[in-house]
């Protein structure tokens, strides 16, 4: 009895990994909407730089160059991104909609530090690389979320085709 019920056990244990496994795809590597960060040890296919700086003579006051990225669906690529402004700025990707909700997040806790691995704060002066794989397709958004800099006109469009 011991036995058929240990063995039951195991049937039970078996059947439910696979479940697991596809309710949610890329569990523990950081996957998001946007995509997620490469392998440990994969190669980014190409650089992209963006630059953070501020722009007092033109429309926005906050701006990125370029100010709108295109990724490839499934392409790993390193980001440099380097504050060439004389203020903080961010780099955060992700869904227009969290982008919206922690821009809320940050107006109400503007000392709100993030450790996230799709976003960077740069001092200036300071750069940073992320390498993310855009597995994902769809229409996202980058954007600086300190207070008024997204109103500044600091976003852009991130799509992945
Ligand atoms: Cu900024």
């Known amino acids: 009895m011991k036995t058929a019920l240990l063995a039951m056990g195991l049937t039970l244990a078996a059947s439910i990994v696979p479940a697991v496994v596809l309710a949610s795809p890329g569990h523990g590597n950081g996957q998001m909407a946007v995509g997620m960060p490469a392998m440990h040890g994969e190669k980014p296919a190409r650089t992209v730089t963006v630059i953070l700086r501020e722009d007092y003579d ?7 160059e370029p100010s709108d990225l295109t990724f490839a669906a499934g392409e790993t690529v390193r980001l ?3 504050n060439k402004g004389e203020e903080t700025h961010e780099f ?6 969290k982008n919206a909700e922690h821009r809320d997040l940050m107006a109400k806790f503007p000392e709100m530090e993030h450790d996230d691995p799709n976003a960077v704060r740069l001092e200036p002066g300071e750069e ?3 390498i993310w794989t855009f597995n994902n397709s769809g229409t996202f958004e980058f954007a600086c979320l300190l207070p008024g800099h997204y ?4 976003y852009g469009s991130l799509i992945v085709e």
């Open 58 to 64: 033109g429309d926005r006051p906050f701006v990125f």
């Open 80 to 82: 440099m991104i380097t």
């Open 92 to 97: 955060v990707m992700d869904t227009v909609d």
């Open 128 to 130: 940073a690389e992320i």
């Open 151 to 154: 109103e500044g006109g600091m």
